[in-house]
């Protein structure tokens, strides 16, 4: 057995290391050093959301970093340490909570140096943000990182600014300071208590208790993440490349508040009513922040079309936050019967078909403009009877006929200042980046542009596009079959000459990439665009079926994700 396989000790009736009144919690073997262990809490002082599901990120209000000879390196103060978080408010008119936020001044802790020799190398003052600060404080919190000689001993400490056990959030321990320390291949957790708290309370705790499963749990969490960096993980995505994760996360908690009790408890749908309102309202914070900065007018400058919309709660959500903008499927959801009347007047039950299937050529166009379709016939069986020695029947549909019917849209009556949401739009995926409008596309199952099932090779090293916009930008697993189609996407729309950007969105799926287009490399005529999208049409191997089949979905049942 690994010594790091062992179960940590419970210490609490001994010395702590650190002396008086430190109390120690756990202690267990461990086989990283101290530069993994540096390395591993540099990242969690960054992100304590690792250690508690109830906190959403830390934003870090001062640091400063020593040299090896105790003197400063580097020292930063950001802007929001003069700055108190803002949420917009909900209608009820409760306040975020939060305590001594103006307190951000760097705290100390006595430390007894006779048997661990420790020096400063950092020191942090960070924000915590809880997911809901409307029910758990928003604190600020200082970090002191400190190490031995050639860093074997590591201690990093972290102060709440808080003056008494009482005011102590829930997702902390009651405690004034909380101690982990790497010293002689052991980690160890201890705790400080508050000035007027006798250190035998602590001590008199059982492991089942709230504070010492805390101190199980930072250790378990710093021991794993420790082990990693020895072990050289990375990070295998990265989030917030095109919206800033603070204004992301800040609306999002804002949108959560506003809609998500009464949505969810209004839920008609067969599918899990959590899983899609918290993930639309993440996809809709997401939008907004991405629009606040792309859209310098507001919304009064562009309106939305989120094509197959399914149950409406994205275009509800968007809609009842000033967006103009319609959702459209091919076939209505009990869902949308629950909204107020303006919203349901913006779901639109209509199959999609791309109007470059039903015009003509761009070549024919310019020799006949008075030519408006292709003059192609489109076969759609209807649904087989149940009756023996019956001809199947077919229904024929003109491109005249689709090109004026009421049933189908064909984008040819977007506004130009349409915004495109494909928001887990199935058959629609790859049509997105050809529709010639800005888009966000959330990639789910795969189909070719046939709208058949299809499943697309891993992108080849050296078909790899540039991505000047996100230049960190990790793509899902190229062996897996979402992070082909995910990179596939991507390719269409870097042929159709859109500057793509890609977001790993903070939603709850596994199917989370977002692949973006809101600019172009360069502008060109519509004739121009009309013939790139049929050469890429045609690379892909046609369009064939695509009518048939998306007429056929209006008679099948609608798929619950």
Known sequence: MKSSDKEPELLSQGKSILGEPWVPIYEAPVEFDGKNFQTAMTNLIRQPNINSTVIMRADILSEIAYTSEGEVDSQSVSELAQKMPEFEQNEGGESVLHRYLE???????????????????????????????????????????????????????????????????????????????????????????????????????DSSSRPIRIALRLLQTSTKHSQGAKDGYEKRVNHDLVVPKELFQNRYISLKKKYSSTLVNSWVESTDPKKHVFEDLAIAAFLIELWAKHYKGGASTFEFRDLGCGNGLLVYILNMEGYRGKGIDARARKSWLTYPKHIQANLLEQVIIPQILLKPHPAVAKLAPHQTDNGRLFMVPEQPSTATNKVPLVSYYSSTNLLESTQV???????????????????????????????????????????????????????????????????????????SLVDHVEDIAFQMGWKVEREMLRIPSTRNAAVIGISKEYEESQEAWDTRVLDVVALEGGAEGWVGNTMALMKKSPRNH
């Open 103 to 205: 307190d951000v001044a760097l705290k100390s802790i006595t430390i007894d140096d006779s048997t661990v020799k420790l020096q400063k190398r950092a020191d942090v003052v960070r924000r915590i943000i809880p997911r809901n600060p409307f029910k758990d404080h928003i604190i600020n919190q200082t970090c002191l990182l400190l190490t031995g000689d050639e860093d074997e001993s590591v201690l990093v400490v972290y102060i709440p600014h808080i003056k008494t056990s009482d005011e102590i959030p829930f997702y902390l321990p009651p405690v004034y300071a909380v101690g982990i320390l790497l010293h002689d291949s052991k980690l160890s957790i201890h705790y400080f208590p508050f000035k007027d708290e006798n250190a035998d309370d602590l001590r008199s705790l």
């Open 409 to 483: 849209c064909t984008t040819k009556d977007f506004a130009p200042n349409t915004f495109i949401i494909g928001n887990h739009s199935d058959e629609l995926t790859c049509w997105i980046p050809l529709l010639g409008f800005p888009f966000l596309v959330i990639p789910c199952c795969s189909h070719a542009l046939s709208g058949a099932k299809y499943r697309y090779s891993a992108r080849k090293q050296q078909q790899q596009h540039p991505q000047p916009h996100n230049p960190q930008s990790k793509s899902a697993p190229a062996s897996s079959t979402y992070g």
